[in-house]
């Protein structure tokens, strides 16, 4: 796509769609009060308005490669200000964690030596914070192979990052007190169709009407 393509754009939203809802682009500079705080893979191909069919303002964002979120304390962190930041600033009441199919960040990561040459950027984020994932593959999944290996590890790598979401101070906390909810997402190019990780089943099933959210695994423990 070349640059002039998108500047027409540009154009077109000023001039068309931006004057016919200027009001409503008057209100977002008030500020913003999103519900959900939306964690997703920076793939061209995954537009989460699009895709949840939400205007600006109702998703907070957080992307990058293989939507993985680091666990608290890794230092120089921008996911863990996001998220501090959209819990603790926004009340943000819902986190979708959503992967996707055919994600080139889980193919690396399934053959990460492969990278180390060409990408060591790539290759050193996903060795430091993929290597649950390739340890759980390797030692659980060795039968598998090709696309279903790929979704296995995609499934995976959304349930890692839950975990690691809930070493967060502020969404411990809020987790325990019944303020959050999270959830684990894959979203399928191929077909459209979102599936939701149900703990009831312990699998990923289309997602519906039912939102599947993740239970806090400490949220049924009693004081002492």
């Not at 890794?74 to 501090?84: D, H, R």
């Not at 180390?116 to 390739?134: F, T």
């Not at 390797?138 to 296995?152: A, D, H, K, M, V």
Request: charged fraction near 20%; proline fraction near 7%.
């Amino acid at each position: 796509m070349p640059i002039k393509r998108i500047i027409s754009g540009l154009n077109d939203f000023q001039e068309n769609y931006f004057k016919a809802n200027q009001d409503f682009f008057e209100q977002l500079s008030q500020g913003q009060t999103p519900d959900i705080l939306f964690i997703t893979c920076c793939d061209s191909r995954i537009a989460p308005n699009l895709l949840t069919q939400t205007k600006p303002g109702e998703l907070f964002i957080i992307r990058n490669m293989g939507n993985i979120i680091p666990p608290y304390g890794t230092l120089n962190s921008s996911e863990a200000t996001g998220i501090e930041y959209a819990v603790q600033a926004l009340n943000i009441k819902e986190i979708v964690i959503c992967g996707h199919s055919h994600c080139g960040s889980i193919k690396g990561l399934l053959q990460l030596q492969s990278l180390s040459d060409e990408m060591p950027l790539v290759y050193d984020w996903l060795k430091h914070y993929g290597e649950p994932i390739r340890r759980i593959i390797r030692e659980n999944y060795q039968e598998y192979s090709g696309e279903e290996l790929l979704n296995i590890a995609t499934q995976t790598n959304v349930l890692n990052q839950i975990a690691n979401l809930e070493t967060y101070p502020v969404v411990r906390s809020r987790l325990q007190a019944g303020k959050i909810q999270l959830h684990a997402w894959v979203y399928e190019i191929e077909t459209g169709e979102i599936l939701a990780y149900d703990v009831k089943q312990n699998q990923f099933v289309p997602l519906e009407q039912e939102p599947f959210p993740v239970p806090d695994p400490l949220s049924t423990m009693q004081p002492i």
